[in-house]
């Protein structure tokens, strides 16, 4: 799969009711890449998400996405927003969830339900979750509803896949099985997923890139650049040591306690 | 025709039932509103909106009070205030925490304005209690007419809006981001729950307005495993509940509101027990 370009910001800045969240930002982005997007609560990491559907306006600077402006309602955009509130008494099954993404933005009723159904079935089968597709929504565990917003938002077959914090509240078992699940779609869909989360670890065997959102700035660099124990000190401006085992495993130490003042 | 008696060949009696105005204008007139109260009844619980049913049923009061007293008709003054509520509410932020609160602040005073409204009126027993209870076995053959083009206009905009609606019902912020126009749409659907709250006022009035746009679809919630199958099933509920009180009322002194609300309740209790044991 040959390489693109998909999002390409210059000097880019954003602000939120006149207070810059982080600013003068560059980095490119290809298609097929695995990217974590970190940073501590309240660093804009969800609103580079917002920016990029084109919900918000950016204050200054260029941002290129997918060969154009950011626009609202780009089908080539998925997006898994870190809350979701399934009412527990629904029976409304999961794979009418993931076709409500595939047409619940056009006007009047569907007229063609068995295809529409046949779509979300597969992307059902894409995140492994065909045997969700007539189990009712308010009886899936929280792993399992993350799989069906990750159908539901890969429905209408986009090329850059938007999770924020797919990885809360999922125990170990699930987190590992989630990040394997993206990394397998980055590869076989050839999607570009930036996954915002807070801890590195688990996602390090599988990450391409990282975005790093410190105190107004963007930093983007591969693990290995920016897992060193210099450049994080830098970033976060606290110590900060990263550890290699003899099998070339991080650990990044300092980090989660930092970031759990903050929640 | 003069002492109606129940003869077990339901059909006849039925047919029986219709050879009176006043029982083909409750017929009409329940069928509309149990129709779209079953499909708007099911966005509200899936919306989690019942306290703006509850709200602006009660809002509608105010509003039929204060048309009463002018010597207006009920249903515009109905019309007119949960229309404005709708619209007021849905401007609300969704978010907010208080958002509750500062509803039921301003529904308190217009409440209390209602009051005062039914107070000053001197035919006031009579109007307050078919406000608040219902009196569908009164309803003029124009008001009938009224509730068929309300009826009309509110399911065909739902059906424009449908697959929009139920997109920013189950999932706003996806919607939201998949260019879904959700600000409009949430005002829409707030106008569509004041129409249909104004026409089911009719029916069983603001306090039982729940038995109707409520618990069907709540009922339905619970076994329908998509929206479609939800909304028919919703609108069967009602539909039956309805038919059954106007049945019934037809050889009973008691008010029709009194067998809709039992009828709906008991299904409801039921359907709850029956998920208890499969659970």
Not at chain 1, 163 to 176: G, H, S, T, V
Not at chain 2, 165 to 179: N, P
Not at chain 2, 247 to 255: E, N
């Amino acid at each position: 799969m040959s390489l693109r370009t998909i999002i390409t910001a210059k000097n880019l800045s954003v602000a939120y009711t006149n207070r810059t969240i982080w600013s003068d930002a560059n980095f490119e982005i290809s298609s097929g890449k695995f990217i974590a997007v970190l940073g501590p609560n309240g660093a804009g990491k969800t609103t580079l998400f917002r920016l990029l559907l084109g919900l918000i306006p950016y204050t200054s600077g260029e941002l290129s996405i997918l060969g154009g402006k950011p626009k609202r309602g780009n089908p080539r955009v998925g997006y898994v927003p870190q809350r979701h509130t399934i009412d527990r008494d629904t029976a409304i099954e999961a794979l009418e969830m993931v076709r409500i993404g595939l047409s619940g933005n056009r006007w009047g009723v569907s007229l063609s339900p068995e295809k529409e159904r046949q779509m979300a079935l597969e992307s059902l089968r894409i995140v492994g979750a065909e045997e969700l597709a007539h189990r009712p929504l308010g009886k899936l565990s929280g792993g399992e509803l993350q799989r069906v917003f990750l159908a539901e938002a890969l429905v209408s077959k986009p090329d850059l896949l938007l999770l924020d914090e797919p990885l809360a509240n999922l125990d170990i078992r699930r987190e590992k099985n989630l990040i394997q699940l993206a990394s397998e779609i980055v590869k076989s869909q050839g999607v570009t997923v930036l996954l915002i989360a807070h801890n590195i670890n688990p996602l390090l065997p599988v990450l391409d890139s990282v975005m790093y959102i410190v105190e107004g700035k963007i930093t983007t660099g591969t693990p290995n650049k920016i897992f060193t124990s210099e450049a994080l000190t830098k970033l976060y401006g606290t110590p900060i040591e990263v550890l290699r085992d003899s099998q070339g495993r991080v650990a990044v130490l300092g980090i989660e306690e930092e970031l759990h003042h903050h929640e | 025709m003069n002492n109606p008696s129940f003869s077990f060949n339901i059909w006849n009696d039925f047919i029986h039932m219709l050879g009176y105005d006043f029982m083909l204008h409750a017929f009409c007139a329940g069928t509309i509103v149990a129709i779209v109260a079953g499909i708007i009844g099911y966005f509200v619980v899936i919306r989690r909106s019942s306290f703006a049913a509850h709200a602006l049923s009660h809002i509608g009061f105010t509003g039929a009070a204060g048309s009463v007293l002018l010597g207006l008709s009920p249903l515009s003054g109905l019309l007119t205030f949960t229309v404005g509520g709708g619209i007021f509410m849905a401007t609300l932020d969704r978010e907010s925490e208080n958002r509750d609160v500062q509803v039921g602040t301003v529904l308190a005073f217009l409440l209390g304005l209602g009051v005062l409204f039914i107070s000053l009126y001197s035919g006031y027993a009579t109007e307050a209690y078919s406000l608040l209870f219902g009196e569908i076995l009164g309803i003029s053959s124009q008001n009938v007419f009224i509730t068929l083009i309300a009826g009309i206009l509110i399911l065909c905009v739902t059906a424009i809006i449908y697959r929009p609606l139920l997109f920013t019902s189950l999932d706003q912020d996806v919607a939201e981001a998949r260019g879904v126009p959700v600000r409009m749409i949430n005002i829409i659907f707030m106008i569509l729950l004041a129409a249909a709250v104004s026409i089911s006022v009719q029916v069983v009035g603001v306090l039982l307005i729940f038995a109707l746009l409520v618990t069907p679809a709540a009922i339905a919630q619970y076994i329908a495993r998509s929206p479609m199958q939800g909304i028919g099933l919703s609108v069967a509920i009602s539909l039956l509940v309805t038919w059954f009180g106007l049945f019934i009322s037809f050889y009973q002194p008691y008010p029709v509101s009194f067998f809709i609300t039992a009828a709906v309740f008991a299904l409801y209790i039921f359907v709850r027990i029956i998920h208890a044991i499969k659970a």
